[in-house]
Nanobody, 124 residues
């Protein structure tokens, strides 16, 4: 059983930065971040394959950077130039069953393990 624990959320003004971290018990083939704003469906934000290939949701491209450090068992999400619409609960997720190549899936049904979430609030 993989355990994922997020940290690093908080409150920041628009234009500011936050860094989210997710510690895991062991690395899986695809790992990523989802977010869910109040009243909205959960959406994929950023993903990274074990070979280092990344993919991002369009609204965060150029602002967010995902990385993984298997030596430290940590997945990170550097978020810069934060906007009010980035306000959400952010979840770390991992997939052990993906066999579709280096482009990780972006839908939650493809992910097997989840963290408890960390809140990000951006004030305008």
């Amino acid at each position: 059983q993989v355990q994922l624990v997020e940290s690093g959320g908080g409150s920041v003004q628009a234009g500011g930065s936050l860094r989210l971290s997710c510690s895991y018990t062991y690395s899986l083939i695809c790992m990523g971040w989802f977010r869910q704003a109040p009243g909205k469906a959960r959406e994929g934000v950023a993903f990274i394959h074990s070979d280092g290939t990344t993919r991002y949701e369009d609204s965060v491209k150029g602002r967010f950077t995902i990385s993984r450090d298997n030596a430290k068992d940590t997945l990170s999400l550097q978020m810069n130039d934060l906007k009010f619409d980035d306000t959400a609960m952010y979840f770390c997720a991992a997939s052990h069953s993906w066999r579709g190549g280096s482009r990780c899936p972006t839908t939650e049904g493809n992910f097997d393990f989840w963290g408890q979430g960390t809140q990000v609030a951006v004030s305008s």
